[in-house]
């Protein structure tokens, strides 16, 4: 599995946009990048994944880097239900592949 | 629908005594998974499923623990003897079939505290 760098903690400002990064420059050509997050005393739930373009869906968008060593999950305006912590998860493409989690990031929202 | 239900919520056992954690998959998905998460360690992967066939158990941490799925709809994860280091929460996730980037839907997870 490709290793993955995310800051331990990030903090935000409510109805304000956040950028949360995450390296992986190990990534192989076939995995694509998820992302879950943690809300408090709960269990992970998906947020949005992509392999090379920029994607967009209703909770984020995903900003990939062209060299694919890197992504940035985007929450465009934070609020106080988006404080959790955030996995970024490099994930083989095919049969039986795993989701395994790193250590994430936990993002903090001030009101 | 009712997504992954988990039970019990919370357990409460002594050291040696056997726990079994139950899991049923939202119905239709073909994969489920078990993690565990503690501080240290954070969510770990312990063992997956597709088509009830286990796939990797390679995270299971000793001949203690042992999952099953009988069926679709329904899964264990037992401890047998329990040991205070298992104190933990207990995911139990769900999805289509796993491998093709199919979304996992997690259970609200099982308390274990080992006395």
């Known amino acids: 599995d490709a290793k993955t760098t995310q800051p331990n903690s990030m903090e935000s400002n409510e109805e304000e946009p956040v950028h949360l990064p995450c390296n992986h420059s190990t990534i192989s050509g076939t995995d694509y990048i998820h992302w879950y997050r943690q809300l408090p005393s709960q269990g992970p739930e998906y947020v949005i994944h992509g392999l090379t373009s920029n994607v967009n869906n209703r909770m984020a968008s995903l900003a990939i880097a062209e060299d694919r060593k890197s992504s940035t999950l985007i929450l465009h305006r934070a609020t106080l239900r988006d404080a959790a912590v955030y996995y970024c998860i490099p994930r083989r493409t095919g049969a039986n592949s795993k989701l395994t989690f790193g250590k994430g990031i936990t993002l903090s929202v001030r009101p | 629908d009712a997504g992954v239900i988990q039970s019990p919520r919370h357990e409460v056992t002594e050291m040696g005594q056997e726990v079994t954690l139950r899991c049923k998959p939202i119905s239709g998905h073909n994969s489920l998974f078990w993690y565990r998460q503690t501080m240290m360690r954070g969510l770990e992967l312990l063992i997956y499923f597709n088509n009830n066939v286990p796939i990797d158990d390679s995270g299971m941490p000793e001949d203690r623990f042992s999952a099953k799925m009988p069926n679709a709809s329904f899964s264990t994860l037992k401890i047998q003897p329990s040991e205070p280091r298992d104190s933990a929460v207990y995911f139990c996730?769900?999805?289509?079939?796993?491998?093709?980037?199919?979304?996992?839907?997690f259970g609200s997870g099982t308390q274990l505290s080992v006395l």
């Open positions: 996730a769900s999805s289509l079939l796993a491998g093709f980037n199919e979304k996992l839907f």
